[in-house]
């Protein structure tokens, strides 16, 4: 093996580590969306078979979906600044790749209220207070035909009051919020914001394609080479050898390894509907 294949070998291993680490990054933001409305099922459906509604009950639900709410943002937060080093580190600050994710985060900042307004939250949760002032529970009737229902909704508010008269919350955004009303429903929002995370993520695969299939193509070719010569042993690696005198030997070694390769795949089948999630809700109302 040529020196430059050997180079080609180490810089797809790279790459390929780099695409994986986005990737488990933005997994761990759609995990922290999943338990946020898990929570919020689970209140509602605990709601439905208890009759515990004392004020400290309440406050335990606020804050059992506070906590569940900071979670996701600090993943938000992780996911947008860890990328942007990534593809520094990788491609370079003036490449194509750095200068579009600050581009497209951008545009979703100056385009959505909810963006906006989810990344001031983000802040006043980190420095000043809980985001979650409300949480307003629901009774309807749910008709369909001669089949009758009682829906049970439950619905996380922030008060546009509060936020107002923090000195330290972003004032344009609270003049923002101001015309929607006293109380602003926050879960429509965040899954606004979740969907425009999920944009600008597969933006960014989009950007990095080309090269990662190349990637894996050189990182594959080489694992072949290695089982045809070594079989099938999991501890492959590959050996360079730098110089040699009388008394040592230099060399430099990298791994062998497609299994990364396979769990990036994985989890970009699994995040396919990262681009759609403000319009589906699960129910668990029966079919007519």
Same mark, same amino acid.
């Given at each position: 093996m040529t020196e430059a294949e050997f180079d080609s070998i180490v810089r797809s291993r790279q790459g390929i580590a780099a695409a994986l680490s986005i990737e488990e990054k933005f997994n761990v933001v759609l995990e922290n969306f999943r338990e946020y409305e898990l929570e919020l099922l689970s209140i509602a459906q605990s709601r439905l078979v208890f009759s515990q509604n004392d004020w400290s009950r309440i406050q335990d639900d606020i804050h059992t979906v506070n906590r569940r709410l900071m979670n996701l943002l600090s993943a938000i937060r992780l996911f947008l600044d860890h990328v942007d080093r990534e593809l520094h580190e990788l491609y370079g600050p003036q490449s194509i790749p750095a200068q579009v994710f600050s581009e497209e985060r951008g545009k979703e900042y100056d385009g959505r209220l909810s963006f906006r307004t989810m990344e001031a939250i983000r802040n006043y949760t980190q420095h000043r207070s809980f985001p979650? !002032?409300?949480?307003?529970?629901? &009774? =309807?009737?749910?008709?369909?035909?001669?089949?009758?229902?009682?829906? !049970?909704?439950?619905?996380?508010? &922030? =008060?546009?009051a509060s936020l107002q008269a923090d000195p330290k919350f972003k004032k344009s955004v609270a003049a923002e919020l101001k015309p929607i009303g006293k109380m602003v429903q926050i879960t429509p929002m965040i899954r606004e914001y979740v969907e425009s995370i999920g944009r600008i993520h597969v933006k960014t695969r989009s950007l990095m394609a080309a090269d990662v299939e190349t990637w894996d193509a050189t990182m594959e070719q080489a694992v072949g080479r290695g089982k045809a010569f070594f079989g099938d042993d999991l501890g492959i690696a590959l050996v360079r050898i730098e110089g040699q005198d009388e008394e040592e030997t230099w060399t430099s070694t990298t791994d062998l390894f497609v299994d990364s390769i396979h769990r990036r795949r994985y989890l970009q089948g699994r995040s396919s509907h990262a681009e759609a999630l403000a319009r589906h809700y699960v129910s668990s109302k029966p079919n007519p």
């Amino acid at each position: 093996m040529t020196e430059a294949e050997f180079d080609s070998i180490v810089r797809s291993r790279q790459g390929i580590a780099a695409a994986l680490s986005i990737e488990e990054k933005f997994n761990v933001v759609l995990e922290n969306f999943r338990e946020y409305e898990l929570e919020l099922l689970s209140i509602a459906q605990s709601r439905l078979v208890f009759s515990q509604n004392d004020w400290s009950r309440i406050q335990d639900d606020i804050h059992t979906v506070n906590r569940r709410l900071m979670n996701l943002l600090s993943a938000i937060r992780l996911f947008l600044d860890h990328v942007d080093r990534e593809l520094h580190e990788l491609y370079g600050p003036q490449s194509i790749p750095a200068q579009v994710f600050s581009e497209e985060r951008g545009k979703e900042y100056d385009g959505r209220l909810s963006f906006r307004t989810m990344e001031a939250i983000r802040n006043y949760t980190q420095h000043r207070s809980f985001p979650v !002032h409300e949480l307003s529970f629901l &009774l =309807s009737a749910d008709t369909d035909g001669n089949n009758r229902h009682v829906r !049970h909704t439950i619905t996380p508010s &922030l =008060s546009v009051a509060s936020l107002q008269a923090d000195p330290k919350f972003k004032k344009s955004v609270a003049a923002e919020l101001k015309p929607i009303g006293k109380m602003v429903q926050i879960t429509p929002m965040i899954r606004e914001y979740v969907e425009s995370i999920g944009r600008i993520h597969v933006k960014t695969r989009s950007l990095m394609a080309a090269d990662v299939e190349t990637w894996d193509a050189t990182m594959e070719q080489a694992v072949g080479r290695g089982k045809a010569f070594f079989g099938d042993d999991l501890g492959i690696a590959l050996v360079r050898i730098e110089g040699q005198d009388e008394e040592e030997t230099w060399t430099s070694t990298t791994d062998l390894f497609v299994d990364s390769i396979h769990r990036r795949r994985y989890l970009q089948g699994r995040s396919s509907h990262a681009e759609a999630l403000a319009r589906h809700y699960v129910s668990s109302k029966p079919n007519p």
